[in-house]
């Protein structure tokens, strides 16, 4: 089956800084990456994805990029605030019949300092 | 506007007892799971369904049953509850289709077995 690794476990930024979290995949089968973001005492909600036909993803300050051969994606970002501090899961899934099965990883929990 | 409602969000139970964790979504999706969250180990996937009365196994399954007996509900049973079984326990829900990976989760259910 299905193997994510997530990195790193923690991350701590100082407010305005950038962060990075990186995940690899193991079964080339899989083509959709989401990101998940959850803050503390919530639900995990959908922040960002991308598909296997695109190489890169932006949404104001976050984006997500992905190589495919590489099997790695990875959560950039930018210009961090307070409210960005969570943790943050990345997941990999296949498309139907397994569309929605995803496997996660271990989840990065994310400090931003003011 | 709350879409997947789980009906217990926190339970506290016996070694041995019968455990009934309700999940409800009011999308009309296709797709139901049951996710366990342990810290460190990110969402590990319990059992999920496709349809009406379907069920397939997930990543840890063993100790666990479900039941969907009509679209918008599915239920995780603990036919026996052990100690091990304390954790958090989230339901999603994700449409069939193009958009069929992206899951949309519940508050959550935190269970302890004494």
């Known amino acids: 089956g299905e193997n994510v690794e997530q990195h790193p476990s923690t991350l701590s930024v100082q407010e305005g800084d950038s962060a990075v979290i990186k995940c690899t995949y193991s079964?080339?089968?899989?083509?959709?990456f989401p990101w998940y973001k959850q803050e503390l005492g919530k639900r995990p909600q959908l922040i960002i994805d991308?598909?296997?036909?695109?190489g890169e993803k932006k949404d104001q300050r976050i984006a997500v990029t992905l190589n495919k051969t590489a099997k790695h994606f990875s959560l950039h970002i930018t210009e961090t605030q307070p409210e960005d501090s969570a943790v943050y899961f990345c997941?990999?899934?296949?498309?139907?019949?397994?569309?929605?099965?995803?496997?996660f990883g271990d989840g990065t929990t994310l400090t931003v300092k003011p | 506007d709350v879409k997947v409602t789980q009906s217990s969000r926190y339970l506290v139970k016996r070694t041995g007892e019968k455990v009934f964790l309700e999940c409800v979504q009011d999308?009309?999706?296709?797709?139901m799971f049951w996710y366990r969250q342990d810290p460190g180990l990110g969402l590990r996937l319990i059992y999920f369904?496709?349809?009406?009365?379907?069920?397939e196994k997930g990543d840890i399954p063993e100790g666990y049953s479900v039941s969907r007996e009509k679209k918008e509900r599915f239920s995780l049973i603990l036919e026996s509850a052990s100690t091990n079984q304390t954790s958090m326990y989230l339901c999603?829900?994700?449409?069939?289709?193009?958009?069929?990976?992206?899951?949309?989760f519940g508050a959550g259910s935190r269970l302890t077995v004494l």
């Open positions: 079964d080339s089968a899989s083509n959709y």
């Open positions: 999603a829900s994700s449409k069939q289709g193009s958009g069929a990976n992206v899951l949309t």
């Open positions: 999308m009309d999706h296709e797709n």
């Open positions: 369904s496709y349809d009406v009365k379907m069920k």
């Open positions: 997941a990999a899934s296949q498309g139907w019949p397994n569309a929605g099965k995803s496997t």
């Open positions: 991308i598909r296997s036909n695109v």
